[in-house]
């Protein structure tokens, strides 16, 4: 061995050179099953439903939609309007819950002109809703609980 070889790590290149024998464990992926196995297409995907080689995925990707849906989960969530599975209600949070609809507002008026029916409704319907509930929190009078305080107020 020369000098250089003892100091490191050889790097070989294989990429483009076929295998002279191929192991079952390492041919090809199954095919993908046929039907619904819950993906979905997405056309108003950031790629437009194709990868940036240019052919087309088998799995969607995230949408415009699934962007406002989040964001409007999320102030549903700081509004206590989401119910977890044991029952007990998500603590309110009105500063969070603004800011969350701030941001649906943002989205609203940096999209205007370039959304799709569907797109805009949700995201309107969806301010409106949520400007509902949170000025009827702040008329109530419903706070984010303060420090040693549980979800509604009471004291732990």
Known sequence: ?????????????RRGVEKEETRPEESAPPPPPQGDAGNRTAPGSVHGGKSPGGETSPVGGPSFLDLVLSVQMGAM?????VQAGDGRRSPVNLPAAKDS???????????????????SGVLSEGLYHLRMVYVAAVKAG????KA?????????
């Open 101 to 119: 609809i701030d941001l649906l507002e943002i989205l609203k008026e940096k999209t205007k002109g370039n959304l799709t029916e569907e797109e």
């Open 142 to 145: 419903v706070s984010a609980p």
């Open 148 to 156: 040693g305080q549980g979800p509604g107020g009471e004291i732990k």
């Open 77 to 81: 969530v700081n509004l206590g309007m």
């Open 1 to 13: 061995m020369s000098e250089e070889e003892k100091k490191g790590f050889k790097v070989v290149d």
